[in-house]
């Protein structure tokens, strides 16, 4: 049996909130599960943020025990900080070759390493032959 963190869909029609659920990889999702491990809520609150609550030793148990978190589990996990960023690449077009440039899993911008200057390295050899 494959157990799967995942989240499962309460709430009202364009209301959504969502349980975070150890269940087997073969149930529906929001069918029967193993254990609830904690709460969602994608809706900013009174204070503009997300709403979230964990059981986090129950989270790295079942982590622990080989449980695969989905892929929106695994951003909440990072941003609660449970695991390490996912592996993000930015996509040249739809369907074509991936782009290999990093990108920042927080804000998901692509991130550019720091040039050299060119006039500054100009700069250089001309002070250089002087």
Request: glycine letters at 10%; hydrophobic letters at 35%.
């Given at each position: 049996?494959?157990?799967r963190?995942?989240?499962?869909?309460?709430?009202?029609?364009?209301?959504?909130?969502y349980r975070?659920?150890?269940?087997?990889?073969?149930?529906p999702r929001?069918?029967?599960?193993?254990e609830v491990?904690?709460?969602?809520n994608?809706?900013p609150?009174q204070?503009?943020?997300k709403?979230?609550g964990?059981?986090f030793?129950?989270?790295?148990y079942?982590?622990?025990v080989g449980a695969?978190p989905s892929d929106?589990?695994?951003?909440?996990l990072?941003?609660a900080g449970l695991?390490p960023p996912?592996p993000?690449?930015?996509?040249g077009?739809?369907?074509?070759?991936?782009?290999?440039?990093h990108?920042?899993?927080l804000?998901g911008?692509?991130s550019?390493?720091?040039k050299p200057?060119?006039?500054?390295?100009?700069?250089?050899s001309?002070e250089t032959?002087d």
């Open positions: 049996m494959v157990v963190i995942r989240l499962s869909r309460f709430g009202c029609k364009n209301k959504p909130f975070l659920m150890a269940a087997d990889s073969r149930s929001d069918g029967k599960h193993l491990l904690g709460y969602y994608p809706l609150g204070d503009g943020g709403r979230m964990l059981n030793d129950r989270v790295k079942w982590l622990s695969q929106p589990v695994q951003r909440i990072f941003r695991l996912p993000m690449v930015a996509m077009r739809k369907g074509g070759p991936r782009d290999t440039r990108v920042d899993p804000n911008r692509v550019t390493p720091d200057d060119k006039s500054a390295g100009e700069n250089a001309v032959a």
